[in-house]
């Protein structure tokens, strides 16, 4: 009982499922089918033209040697191209040479402009070295020459430093008793004058509002 029910449960089973599977197979092909010739029937052409192409031996042939003397040409062409990139080499190679030539020339004018300049550089130090010599060897000539007038010289030096001493002594003193006015920028020999201007001059009594009036407005 078992076994049989098992045939029979596996027979139904597979029946079932083969109907399902054919009546689905039918439906795919048929619907594929149609959506090919609907919509690709040029591109089916070309692909056998193609294949058709292919196979011919003579014309695959053809193409190698025609792809071989491409490449033939590109060789040769690269070839070309190196030999004219080697011979622009050389050509700036010769033209650096000739440059350089061109610069030893002019560098050698150069130098020698500038060992010219040295040279007369050295030249003037040298005789102003000399002018300086001789400058000194007059003045220990001259204060050689006797002993009075060297002592003559000394008194005269002396008395003119006393003269200048006193001219700076006066000068301060003098200093000391000037007075300012800073309204006006002017100064006054005593404080009796400064005082006196203060009073009595019209033009420092507008400089003092002048002063005044640029003082608040810096200060607002
Ligand atoms: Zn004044």
Not at 21 to 27: E, F, G, P, R, V
Not at 113 to 118: A, F, G
Request: with cysteine; aromatic share 6%.
């Amino acid at each position: 009982m078992s076994a049989f029910t098992f045939s029979f449960s596996f027979g139904a089973n597979t029946n079932n499922s083969a109907d399902s599977h054919a009546s689905q197979t039918q439906k795919n092909d048929s619907y594929q089918s149609v959506s090919l010739q609907q919509q690709k029937p040029q591109q089916k052409a070309s692909i056998f033209q193609n294949d058709n192409q292919d196979l011919n031996e003579e014309d695959e042939y053809a193409n190698l040697q025609n792809n071989n003397q491409k490449n033939q040409k590109v060789r040769t062409g690269y070839a070309n191209v190196t030999k004219s990139s080697e011979q622009i080499g050389r050509n700036t190679s010769n033209m650096a040479v000739k440059q350089h030539k061109k610069h030893q020339v002019v560098d050698a004018y150069f130098s020698s402009k500038i060992e010219e300049l040295e040279k007369t550089e050295k030249e003037k130090e040298m005789q102003k070295m000399f002018d300086n010599e001789q400058v000194v060897s007059r003045v220990l000539q001259s204060l050689s020459s006797s002993k009075e007038q060297e002592q003559q010289m000394i008194e005269n030096y002396s008395i003119k430093c006393k003269e200048y001493d006193n001219l700076v002594h006066m000068m301060n003193q003098a200093k000391k008793k000037v007075k300012v006015c800073y309204a006006c920028n002017r100064m006054f020999a005593s404080a009796e004058h400064l005082r006196r201007h203060e009073k009595e001059s019209q033009m420092h009594k507008d400089n003092e509002e002048k002063l005044k009036i640029a003082q608040n407005i810096l200060l607002l």
